[in-house]
């Protein structure tokens, strides 16, 4: 059992940890080691890292051949502090179309040291992979996955050929498969059902921290079309909201990096969390001007809150979405998830 302070320290390094961009509130009282940055290297670099913060995060669709739907979130963070365990935490969710309803999970646990593989997990959690197939299982009481992805685009580097570096405050490593072919098996109330869709998977680590008082709204867009999207919009502990940034993810596996603002983000609805208060942005219209994009966000649920106060400190909305309009002038359809962070204040 890890001791009171350490779970503190914990709860503050991952208190944005559930974002693909958690540099974007960096903000350490030291200046932390800032190592040479070195290239991606893939598939090694899905293994873990001897770096103080990490995590493996997907988010994907899946249909059975019944016509039944699903939404799956699973990540987990890993923590390295000097003398103590590495310590992990994850999140499980499930979208349940039929019955309309959201469900989530998570669980920690620490071990001495961090595996040398991509292999990771916890009483049946799981994650695994060789670099162009990985495999996911989870489990909560009405829901488990076990899948499989493979990739049907090469992975998007982000930033300087997926290095982000900040000088003296530290370097991140980021990467996206942004277009998965899935396939499994979704267990729905002791059901097993045969499923596939696509998904997104997010890989960051590197020697950085994160603090409160911030927050972002990130989505992941993947369109009928073959077009991929990754956008954000940081605030600040004042409220103010920066331009839009991302990387748009052509048909054929390039991408290119937005310019600040090249991407216009507007709210069309909110929402406001019956158990915690919380009021969130529900509804968007994201437009690409300069590519002839405009297309429509609605959320599957608007419930698609987590309260992981008891693994990661927070409250955050993680939920699906589905797509609808045009991509240089014609009709464009997708589906999508929305990360919103910082709206919850927790103690």
Same mark, same amino acid.
């Given at each position: 059992?890890?001791?009171?302070?350490?779970?503190?320290?914990?709860?503050?390094?991952?208190?944005?940890?559930?974002?693909?961009?958690?540099?974007?509130?960096?903000?350490?009282?030291?200046?932390?080691?800032?190592?040479?940055?070195?290239?991606?290297?893939?598939?090694?670099?899905?293994?873990?890292?001897?770096?103080?913060?990490?995590?493996?995060?997907?988010?994907?669709?899946?249909? $059975?051949?019944?016509?039944?739907?699903?939404?799956?979130?699973?990540?987990?963070?890993?923590?390295?502090?000097?003398?103590?365990?590495?310590?992990?935490?994850?999140?499980?969710?499930?979208?349940?179309?039929?019955?309309?309803?959201?469900?989530?999970?998570?669980?920690?646990?620490?071990?001495?040291?961090?595996?040398?593989?991509?292999?990771?997990?916890?009483?049946?959690?799981?994650?695994?992979?060789?670099?162009?197939?990985?495999?996911?299982? $989870?489990?909560?009481?009405?829901?488990?996955?076990?899948?499989?992805?493979?990739?049907?685009?090469?992975?998007?580097?982000?930033?300087?050929?997926?290095?982000?570096?900040?000088?003296?405050?530290?370097?991140?490593?980021?990467?996206?498969?942004?277009?998965?072919?899935?396939?499994?098996?979704?267990?729905?109330?002791?059901?097993?059902?045969?499923?596939?869709?696509?998904?997104?998977?997010?890989?960051?680590?590197?020697?950085?921290?994160?603090?409160?008082?911030?927050?972002?709204?990130?989505?992941?867009?993947?369109?009928?079309?073959?077009?991929?999207?990754?956008?954000?919009?940081?605030?600040?502990?004042?409220?103010?909201?920066?331009?839009?940034?991302?990387?748009?993810?052509?048909?054929?596996?390039?991408?290119?990096?937005?310019?600040?603002?090249?991407?216009?983000?507007?709210?069309?609805?909110?929402?406001?969390?019956?158990?915690?208060?919380?009021?969130?942005?529900?509804?968007?219209?994201?437009?690409?001007?300069?590519?002839?994009?405009?297309?429509?966000?609605?959320?599957?649920?608007?419930?698609?809150?987590?309260?992981?106060?008891?693994?990661?400190?927070?409250?955050?909305?993680?939920?699906?979405?589905?797509?609808?309009?045009?991509?240089?002038?014609?009709?464009?359809?997708?589906?999508?998830?929305?990360?919103?962070?910082?709206?919850?204040?927790?103690?």
């Amino acid at each position: 059992m890890i001791g009171r302070c350490y779970w503190i320290f914990l709860a503050f390094a991952l208190l944005v940890g559930c974002a693909p961009y958690p540099h974007r509130a960096l903000a350490p009282a030291t200046p932390l080691p800032t190592p040479t940055p070195h290239p991606i290297r893939l598939p090694a670099d899905d293994a873990p890292h001897a770096d103080l913060t990490e995590w493996w995060y997907y988010t994907g669709h899946l249909a $059975a051949a019944n016509g039944q739907r699903y939404g799956f979130e699973l990540v987990v963070f890993q923590i390295e502090r000097k003398d103590a365990p590495v310590f992990y935490a994850a999140h499980f969710a499930i979208t349940d179309h039929q019955r309309q309803q959201f469900h989530f999970d998570q669980r920690t646990w620490t071990l001495a040291r961090a595996p040398t593989t991509f292999d990771l997990g916890s009483g049946g959690w799981q994650m695994s992979g060789n670099g162009q197939s990985d495999a996911l299982q $989870a489990s909560m009481p009405g829901y488990a996955i076990d899948l499989r992805t493979s990739l049907l685009k090469p992975p998007t580097l982000h930033g300087d050929d997926g290095v982000i570096s900040f000088g003296p405050v530290g370097d991140s490593y980021y990467y996206s498969d942004t277009r998965l072919a899935v396939e499994g098996t979704v267990e729905d109330h002791g059901i097993p059902l045969k499923v596939q869709g696509l998904a997104w998977k997010d890989r960051q680590w590197g020697n950085f921290l994160t603090v409160t008082g911030s927050g972002w709204d990130w989505f992941s867009i993947q369109l009928s079309d073959g077009t991929d999207l990754m956008l954000f919009l940081l605030r600040g502990t004042l409220g103010e909201t920066s331009p839009s940034y991302g990387t748009l993810v052509l048909p054929d596996g390039t991408s290119q990096s937005l310019q600040p603002d090249a991407a216009r983000v507007q709210v069309t609805g909110h929402w406001t969390s019956p158990r915690t208060d919380t009021t969130y942005p529900s509804g968007w219209t994201v437009d690409l001007p300069a590519h002839g994009l405009h297309v429509d966000l609605q959320p599957v649920l608007r419930d698609q809150e987590l309260d992981t106060r008891a693994s990661t400190g927070q409250i955050y909305w993680e939920g699906e979405v589905t797509i609808q309009g045009q991509d240089q002038g014609r009709p464009v359809s997708g589906q999508g998830y929305v990360e919103l962070t910082g709206y919850a204040k927790t103690k």
